[in-house]
């Protein structure tokens, strides 16, 4: 089998669609509920990002035909941006917020995003705090 690379950007090309599909609510199968906070989402992409939603949806578990999923005790701004991740491949730090980040992200084993927050944390460490 030959296989010829036509698109070489391919797959960040489909990626950024269904980022455009996430932000129309289209084609969306599952909602993330944390807090009063409700995000759609494509199973197919928030398995890719990360191994928590990976082992959820294609095991027996009773969420892997659920439509809405309730995560108890996770931020919903912290998960809107971990959901966005694993549409884009990027997240912003900041220094409020990176610590809820990290514990969401530690929940979800995204492990990328982990290392990341905690470099952060690391630049951020000074005698004073």
């Known amino acids: 089998m030959l ?10 090309s489909s990626l950024q669609i269904m980022e455009s599909y996430l932000h129309k609510q289209q084609l969306t199968d599952v ?5 009063n906070k409700r995000i759609p989402a494509h199973r197919l992409v928030l398995s890719a990002g990360s ?11 009773r969420e892997s035909t659920q439509n809405e999923i309730e995560l108890m005790d996770v931020d919903g701004d912290a998960l809107w941006a971990l959901v966005l991740y694993c549409y884009t491949g990027c997240i912003e730090l900041q220094e409020d917020s990176v610590e809820t980040l990290l514990t969401t992200a530690c929940l979800l ?21």
């Open 3 to 12: 296989c010829v690379s036509i698109s070489p950007k391919h797959a960040e």
């Open 31 to 35: 909602t993330l509920i944390a807090g």
């Open 51 to 61: 191994e928590y939603f990976a082992a959820m949806f294609t095991s027996s578990l």
């Open 109 to 129: 084993q995204m492990n990328p995003v982990i290392k990341v927050c905690c470099q952060f944390l690391v630049k951020q460490l000074h005698p004073s705090n």
